[in-house]
């Protein structure tokens, strides 16, 4: 069965850092491009970072640019999510997504939380 599962979230001081994991598994992982999306409570669900199949081209939003990066690594079936800089509103639950041609998958979701 298809599984997308995410890792890596928890509690993290202002300015601080943590890298989220999304292993993927019953699927071509490097026949679908991947995204990160996050959702605090009472707001909409929103995109911090894509990369297409074989990496390398990367986009953000604004809110995310210069402090997060998505990278992925095909072998592993896993693609990351570096947050640097990390400020309260990035607080949410993180989302793995895999987007193919014809179908898409998500994750579970993993909390993080930016607080002092």
């Known amino acids: 069965q298809v599984q997308l599962v995410e890792s890596g979230g928890g509690l993290v001081q202002p300015g601080g850092s943590l890298r989220l994991s999304c292993a993927a598994s019953g699927f071509t992982f490097s026949s679908y491009a991947m995204k990160w999306y996050r959702q605090a409570p009472g707001k909409e669900r929103e995109l911090v970072a894509g990369i297409l199949k074989a990496g390398g081209s990367t986009n953000y939003p604004d809110s995310v640019k210069g402090r997060f990066t998505i990278s992925r690594d095909n072998a592993k079936n896993t693609v990351y999510l570096q947050m640097n800089s990390l400020k309260p509103e990035d607080t949410a639950v993180y989302y793995c997504?895999?987007?193919?041609?014809?179908?898409?998958?998500w994750g579970q979701g993993t909390q993080v939380t930016v607080s002092s």
């Open positions: 997504n895999a987007v193919g041609r014809y179908l898409s998958y």
